[in-house]
């Protein structure tokens, strides 16, 4: 019975459903529209999020399974269920076309394009593992494509359009994560001296430090002005507000109301960017995400903040 629970709780590690929470970028469309609480929406949604978790995961298991030999020699990769001998590559590929059968045809129920959407988005990371992962500059361009795709998926799947500023700042903010993602893991591999890049990452020997603070800067900062224009350019319509608010204010103090949301954003880059320096983290966003409380109420006050607004004051 022991061995059994040890297996499924590996099998289950081996699916990172810490990663799920990138597919959360599929609720983007009906949030950013003001139809989160539109029941039909939302449950389309849902089962779009579904077929995603079942898609990346199969993904991570084909990714795994293809890089065990290289993940052993990692500082960390190499206690990953499959390279360390805890799940069978066979029984992890069963799982995967499993899984990838299983994504698939609930996209296939939702829209036509939704369902275009998700092969494209298994066909990139099938390149991204046996090609893109190892060539610079192409390795940071796919990892953001997949946030994009998942962010677009939401629009296929429920019709609800995303604004290209909303775009935009999604393209920042992946690139921005991609290269973060980099930065730690050159840094963490530098504290072992004894690991040579070509066993771990090959697309690494492109890349320098300073290099890498370089993009980090540039799409933090274009992270935070592509926001700050979306919460100018796209916010909602507003509520009167004449009882509220004196006569002599400007009238965009009773419309823009998103842009109450900057500050937060501000922070949660600066943190983050903190994550990255100075706790030399970052090499999993999604782990950096759960586990560092500021960062996490950070990104919960946005999100209860954006919806208030966009639901509740428009």
């Known amino acids: 019975m022991k061995k059994t629970l040890r297996f499924s709780y590996n099998l289950l590690r081996s699916l990172r459903p810490r990663q799920w929470i990138k597919n959360f970028a ?3 469309a009906i949030m950013f529209n003001a139809q989160l609480f539109n029941g039909p929406a939302f449950w389309v949604t849902v089962l779009a999020f579904v077929a995603f978790c079942s898609l990346s995961s199969a993904t991570y298991l084909i990714n795994d399974v293809s890089d065990r030999e290289s993940d052993k020699h990692h500082p960390t990769k190499k206690f990953r269920p499959i390279a360390k001998g805890d799940v069978p590559p066979g029984i992890a590929l069963i799982l995967a076309f499993i899984l990838f059968g299983l994504g698939l045809f609930m996209a296939s129920a939702i829209t036509p394009a939704f369902f275009f959407a998700s092969i494209i ?7 991204y593992s046996l090609l893109l992962k190892q ?3 192409l390795d940071i361009l796919t990892i953001a494509t997949g946030y994009m795709i998942r962010l677009y998926g ?3 799947a429920t019709g609800y359009h995303i604004s290209v500023w909303l775009l935009m700042t999604a393209v920042s903010l992946s690139l921005f994560l991609a290269i973060g993602k980099r930065r730690s893991e050159m840094t963490l591999l530098a504290k072992f001296t004894h690991i040579q890049l070509p066993q771990t990452r090959k697309s690494l020997l492109h890349y320098s430090e300073r290099l890498l603070d370089v993009y980090t800067m540039m799409f933090a900062t274009s992270t935070f002005i592509t926001y700050s224009l979306f919460t100018f350019l796209e916010s909602p319509p507003a509520i009167s507000l004449d009882i509220l608010l ?3 204010l400007p009238e965009f103090l009773s419309r823009k109301w998103l842009m109450a949301t900057i500050p937060l954003v501000v922070y949660g880059i600066m943190r983050y960017l903190q994550d990255i320096y100075e706790k030399q983290e970052g090499e999993s966003p999604e782990r950096v995400l759960l586990t560092d409380k500021p960062l996490l109420l950070c990104v919960f006050l ?5 919806i208030t607004i966009i639901h509740f004051l428009s």
């Open 26 to 28: 599929l609720f983007a």
């Open 121 to 127: 988005y298994v066909i990139l990371q099938f390149t």
């Open 154 to 156: 939401g629009e296929f």
């Open 135 to 137: 060539i610079a500059i």
């Open 302 to 306: 946005w999100a209860l903040l954006v």
């Open 246 to 248: 004196p006569q002599f």
